[in-house]
């Protein structure tokens, strides 16, 4: 089983948010990155626990620059095979997907794995964009995966439910929590990814569509308004006249 | 230019976000003396597709091939996109829910055009068309200009309050050609959670708990409550990943993210990873006996307190709230 997971690289969950040159680009100065926990704990791990199983060979595919390597080596020690860096700077969905549907098309891949969402940019949308460029099938927001043969099973989250759906290799699914256990790269893992192919290619040179203008940060919050805990017939008067909530 | 607006129907049904999706397609039409027009796929009522005047679209396409009855991202694809050709839409809008997740990109590279996911208003045209978006897990928002000519827009629940007028649409019948390999992925089996609870990503009143709870056992404060507003159940991760409630309650920067009206959090200490699933919310109550809590810093209105005592007070002065 031949499997492409693609990887991205966003600031750690705990990041404070902030901007430079008159709020147009985001400061990196500081922020600590990782991997894309839906990349690194759901479709890496699944990928890799399929190839346990199964044979075969993890590639995971990252477009970025030099300084993603950090984050490629991880993945490699939580048990990819090889890796592929799209040397270029990531600067639309569109522009990646393109990047990615190349590297697909030049591999041969039964499984096409993404996350769900990248939690710096949350567009939710590689997967079918990708998907769309080579035809296949896309099963979103996908929760199980199992593999049979040529067909695979699997769960993809709906409001207020779920349903279960079998496609036949290759497609492309994007994948969040349920799909696999977080695993912790050990030091044999580590040792190896040393060692282990990581292949840097050009970008195909198009435009991308889409470009961020401007970023804004929230309105600060006001002071919280304390309400006596012996006191909730006020809390509910002020959900009802102050905030309108109810 | 003409918009199109992919009016979801569920179980033959139109949801709360068909109608924000619809009248943001009416809205933005109007903003560029225009007119919008409906794509319905699937069964649907005529009188619910005629309906969907009232929120501001003139037509409404519906695609009800019977082999169109359940979802499919491909041929969805297709069909959205050949009624965007035949209407001329130079804007094509969805909701940016779980079907929504699955079209948008495929719809956007079928189109050739620009998208932007997730948008929370209309477009700003003050120089050239940009969207405005949450960003970093709702810690900032961004400004997105499309540069092409067509464009895809997905909105996210809850961001705007659908006003109903009085129009009425005329419901005319769509067909795409579609091929078998259209229909690419097999239904098994479907399975949905009963339909008197509004599924969290959609809810406008929700009720959360945390650790603090201590037990599963203890939740039955927390759904008198919950069922006493006609809330949805939500729980941070460490209560699901234990088992206390299911994974689809999970919210937070892992788990689903929301945008209610009113949010109610109890005995959850407000880690920055659950107030990135939270941070959209209109108003949110926080309930914690710690009155350090980092939670208190993002609320509206606050009660330091025990749970245990607090929430069911609250319960009782909701209901004499709601008797009177
Ligand atoms: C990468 C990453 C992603 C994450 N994603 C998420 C996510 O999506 N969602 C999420 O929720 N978490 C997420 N987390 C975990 C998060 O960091 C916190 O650990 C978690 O939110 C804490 O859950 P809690 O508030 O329920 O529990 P605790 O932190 O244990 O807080 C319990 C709170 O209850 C209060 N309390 C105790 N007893 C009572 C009582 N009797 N009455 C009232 N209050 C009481 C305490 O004062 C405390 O504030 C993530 C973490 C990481 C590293
Ligand atoms: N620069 C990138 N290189 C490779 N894969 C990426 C990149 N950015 C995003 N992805 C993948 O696409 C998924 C969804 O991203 P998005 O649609 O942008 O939220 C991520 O979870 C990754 O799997």
């Not at chain 1, 060979?57 to 080596?73: F, Y």
């Not at chain 1, 050009?202 to 929230?218: G, M």
């Not at chain 2, 039409?29 to 919008?36: G, I, L, P, V």
């Amino acid at each position: 089983m031949n499997i492409l997971v693609c990887i991205s690289k966003v600031p750690d969950t705990t990041t404070k948010i902030s901007f430079t040159d008159n709020n147009s680009k985001f400061n990196e100065a500081g922020v600590q990155f990782i991997l894309n926990p839906y990349d690194e704990w759901y479709a890496l791990v699944r990928a890799v626990e399929i190839r346990e199983s199964l044979g075969g060979e993890v590639t995971v595919l990252n477009v970025g620059r030099a300084d993603n390597e950090q984050i490629i080596r991880k993945a490699l020690a939580i048990g990819a095979d090889k890796a592929i860096r799209v040397d270029a700077d990531p600067a639309d969905a569109f522009y990646v997907a393109r990047q990615i549907a190349e590297q697909a098309r030049a591999g041969s891949y039964e499984m096409i794995l993404l996350g769900k969402e990248t939690i710096d940019y949350n567009g939710s949308i590689l997967g079918g964009m990708v998907a769309e460029l080579l035809d296949l099938p896309y099963i979103s927001l996908a929760s199980h995966l199992d593999v049979e043969g040529q067909t695979a099973t699997l769960t993809r989250d709906i409001e207020g439910g779920k349903e279960v759906l079998q496609v036949t290799m290759p497609f492309v699914a994007s994948a969040q929590k349920g799909m696999a256990e977080a695993r912790i790269p050990n030091m044999r893992g580590i040792m190896m990814s040393k060692s282990k192919p990581l292949n840097v290619v050009p970008p195909v040179d198009i435009a991308p569509p889409t470009r961020i203008e401007a970023y804004q940060l929230p309105p600060e919050k006001g002071q919280v308004k304390l309400i006596a805990p012996d006191n909730m017939e006020e809390l509910v008067r002020l959900l009802h006249e102050e905030a309108k909530a109810i | 230019m003409a918009v199109l607006v992919y009016a979801e129907f569920v179980d033959g049904k139109p949801k709360k976000s068909t109608f924000e999706a619809v009248y943001y397609a009416a809205q933005l039409a109007k903003q560029f003396q225009t007119s919008a027009v409906a794509l319905t796929i699937g069964p649907a009522d005529a009188a619910d597709l005629a309906a969907l005047g009232q929120y501001g679209v003139e037509k409404v396409l519906h695609a009800s091939e019977a082999k169109l009855e359940q979802f499919q991202s491909k041929a969805y694809t297709k069909v959205i996109a050949a009624a965007a050709d035949a209407q001329s839409a130079d804007v094509v809008v969805l909701t940016h829910n779980s079907n929504g997740k699955a079209l948008a990109g495929r719809v956007a590279v079928r189109l050739e055009a620009g998208l932007v996911s997730g948008a929370i208003a209309l477009p700003d045209t003050a120089a050239g068309f940009t969207l405005r978006k949450p960003v970093f897990s709702g810690k900032a928002f961004a400004q997105i200009s499309i540069q092409t000519g067509r464009k895809v827009i997905s909105v996210n629940p809850n961001s705007l309050k659908p006003e109903a007028g009085s129009g009425s649409a005329t419901v005319e019948a769509f067909q795409a050609a579609l091929q078998d390999s259209d229909f690419d992925a097999k239904l098994v089996k479907r399975e949905t959670m009963s339909t008197d609870v509004v599924p969290l990503p959609e809810a406008e009143l929700v009720v959360s708990a945390g650790r603090g709870m201590k037990g599963p056992e203890n939740w039955g404060i927390i759904e008198e409550l919950a069922t006493t507003l006609g809330a949805t159940t939500a729980c941070s991760r460490p209560v699901a990943d234990t088992g206390w409630r299911p994974h689809h309650e999970h919210v937070g920067q892992t788990g689903v993210a929301i945008k209610p009206n009113l949010y109610i959090a109890i005995g959850i200490s407000g880690a920055i990873q659950h107030l990135a699933g939270v941070n959209q919310s209109k108003t949110i109550v926080v309930i914690n006996k710690d009155s350090e809590a980092p939670f208190f810093k993002a609320a509206d209105y606050g009660v330091v307190g025990d749970a245990f005592e607090v929430v069911p007070k609250l319960t009782e002065a909701l209901k004499s709230f709601k008797n009177s």
